[in-house]
């Protein structure tokens, strides 16, 4: 997959904008149909890749220390206007007794949703560190190069 991304914004060079920064390699498209960035970052030893999409009705959040996808994610949020939300995160597919992957998705879902954004997440997490503080950073990685 990420393969077919790369020779896709080779296509599109003129399109693409490169960021360097401190830690991570960040690269954006703004070409149609979807907005993404990639950020490759090291966390804990342990190479990571992370792609970010935008589509009109959710975020589409990649993120892999495996080279593939790894367990999907499906989070919203619930709730109406006179009471508190509520969010719901449930597994698609994939590891279903690792509690750490449904609080990055989460965590993820209230940073969406305070932002003021409606749309939902998928979040695919190949991971080989399912640890707190490899969940921690992803999930910041992710809030420092949202596209909401």
């Known amino acids: 997959m990420f393969l077919r991304q790369a020779k896709a914004w080779a296509a599109v060079d003129s399109l693409v904008r490169f960021k360097a920064c401190s830690l991570f390699l960040v690269m954006e498209t703004s070409a149609f149909p979807v907005v993404q960035k ?3 970052v090291d966390i804990n030893g342990n190479k990571t890749d992370i792609i970010i999409s935008r589509y009109d009705d959710h ?3 990649i993120v892999t220390q495996i ?3 790894g367990t999907m994610l499906h989070a919203k949020k619930e ?3 006179a009471m508190e939300p509520t969010y719901n995160v449930m597994v698609a597919f994939g590891k279903r007794d690792e509690p750490m992957l449904s609080a990055c998705a989460r965590r993820l879902i ?3 949703s305070s932002s003021g954004s409606s749309r939902s997440l998928v979040l695919s997490l190949g991971l080989k560190d399912h640890s ?4 921690k ?3 910041s990685i992710v809030i420092e190069n949202r596209l909401w």
């Open 59 to 61: 975020f589409f959040v």
């Open 38 to 40: 990639q950020v490759s």
């Open 79 to 81: 709730g109406g206007v």
């Open 132 to 135: 707190m503080e490899t969940v």
């Open 110 to 112: 209230e940073h969406i």
């Open 67 to 69: 080279g593939s996808m």
């Open 137 to 139: 950073a992803i999930s």
